[in-house]
């Protein structure tokens, strides 16, 4: 079992910048590949970014690549996204979330967190 705290959203501009935190319960978050995933309103939930569980692996989806940048410390039990040159596209209910394996399917991901609210305003 692995329980999923997320902060660090908030409001900003846009071309700001927030740095989103997944705080994670549990000795085993070495083990699973995280991702991070979006809800805007009226939307379904999308892929955002994932990471392996060793690092060696990163995905992107298209829209982030380039101003996204997942990363993770699993001394500290935390995956971490930060969002440089935000648009108010971004905006949304984001997500962390844990997997076996890496991927950019929402289904394959067994346990979540929360949520956190980023706003973008233009």
């Known amino acids: 079992q692995v329980q999923l705290v997320e902060s660090g959203g908030g409001l900003v501009q846009a071309g700001g910048s927030l740095r989103l935190s997944c705080g994670a319960s549990?000795?085993?978050?070495?083990?699973?590949?995280m991702g991070w995933f979006r809800q805007a309103p009226l939307k379904e939930r999308e892929f955002v970014a994932a990471?392996?569980?060793?690092?060696?692996?990163?995905y992107y989806a298209d829209s982030v690549k380039g101003r996204f940048t997942i990363s993770r410390d699993n001394a500290k039990n935390t995956v971490y996204l930060q969002m440089n040159s935000l648009k108010p596209e971004d905006t949304g209910v984001y997500y962390c979330?844990?997997?076996?394996?890496?991927?950019?399917?929402?289904?394959?991901?067994?346990?979540w967190g929360q949520g956190t609210q980023v706003t973008v305003s233009s």
């Open positions: 549990g000795r085993t978050f070495s083990t699973y590949a």
């Open positions: 979330a844990a997997t076996r394996a890496i991927s950019d399917y929402s289904g394959s991901y067994a346990y």
């Open positions: 990471i392996s569980w060793n690092r060696v692996s990163t």
